[in-house]
């Protein structure tokens, strides 16, 4: 019995609601209340399935009612009680939310019939609200799990350029204290360039990993003070296709090919491995290109030492556009990159 469907029946007057309440009461959960202020105060207490309710009452009417109780209970299905004076106003509460009227006086079976077609809609209705609760519960949770993945994924990631920093650091410190430093430079000049923060991000991890395949250089030749002969300068032009080599076995790392392989080509076409020019070179790389010639020249390394500033600017000076993409240069000269 105490899941029977609850409704309320609002009347100033004992006799019409007595006796929609004699209709209803074998059937449903009857509630009554003598106006619209003690019914609403009802509904805070215990919100009702379906309200049938009086459109003339005194303090506040049926319609005023209607627009609270719609308002603060959307699912509650209101039918409301009209005398043929009032039938007008009836028809017009439709709009309003009603689900329908009754005019006075009323026929039991008319009643019964009003009243469980109200509340077969407010069953349809929970039915479906509950169906969208679920559809929504299932969405945030399949939201979270996307982002836990795509979190561990960004922990793989992370791991998996850290062991690769430090595996370079291994063979070779110069190489790894250079590579960091030019990630960082690489992110200020692309920041500069206004790449969105992702593609930023990507930039400085493929740049402190750009040297990754030095690993596979034979560390005399990585370490040599004077002079290159031509075949270590041969093995030496290897490390990008060795570093990409390295790096493509690993799905995310596949951002990082572009500036690993295409880091020492020239802007006119005169560098290795792919004699790429221009525009063709990916930008990615040509950051990179920059930002490692700046921190080569300021560190000073066995066989010289660090160059001074006015003479790296005017090597990038000098090269932009044969080495170096000139609108990068540009933005270091004009000094929008601190470089120290
Ligand atoms: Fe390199």
Do not use: W
């Amino acid at each position: 019995m105490n899941n029977r469907e609850r409704i309320l029946v609002i009347d100033d007057e004992l006799a019409p609601r007595e006796s929609i309440r004699m209709v209803l009461k074998d059937q449903y959960a009857v509630s009554t209340a003598s106006g619209a202020l003690e019914g609403l105060d009802m509904m805070i207490q215990d919100p009702f399935d379906l309200i049938v309710m009086d459109i003339k009452m005194p303090k506040m009417d049926g319609i005023t009612a209607l627009q609270k109780i719609k308002h603060k209970h959307p699912d509650t299905e209101v039918i409301l009680l009209t005398a043929y004076a009032s039938l007008e106003t009836a028809r017009d509460a439709i709009r309003f939310g009603a689900f329908d009227y009754l005019l006075k006086p009323f026929d039991k079976d008319d009643v019964l019939l009003v009243v469980e077609k109200g509340l077969k809609k407010r069953r349809a209705n929970t039915g479906l609200r509950l169906e969208r609760d679920i559809l929504f519960d299932r969405a945030s949770y399949l939201e979270e799990q996307v982002t836990m993945a795509r979190n561990n994924i960004m922990t793989c990631y992370e791991g998996t350029v850290n062991a690769l920093i430090l595996t370079i650091d291994a063979k070779d410190h110069y190489t790894y204290n250079h590579s960091n430093r030019v990630a960082k430079l690489s992110s200020s000049i692309a920041e500069v360039l206004s790449i969105p923060v992702k593609t930023v991000k990507e930039i400085e991890n493929a740049a402190s990993i750009h040297d990754i395949g030095k690993i596979g250089i034979e560390e005399n030749i990585l370490k040599k003070n004077g002079k290159l002969t031509l075949s270590e300068y041969t093995e030496i032009k290897e490390h990008p296709a060795i570093g990409a080599r390295i790096v493509q076995s690993v799905p995310f790392l596949e951002d990082a090919i572009p500036v690993i392989l295409h880091h020492h080509e020239r802007y006119d076409g005169k560098g290795y491995p792919g004699g790429l020019k221009g525009e063709h070179i990916p930008l990615s790389a040509r950051i990179v290109i920059i930002a490692d010639a700046i921190d080569a020249m300021m560190s000073a390394r066995p066989y010289r030492d660090a160059l001074i500033m006015d003479k790296v600017m005017s090597e990038l000076r000098n090269n932009s556009a044969t080495q170096f993409d000139p609108e990068i240069v540009d933005i270091i000269l004009k000094g929008k990159v601190p470089l120290v």
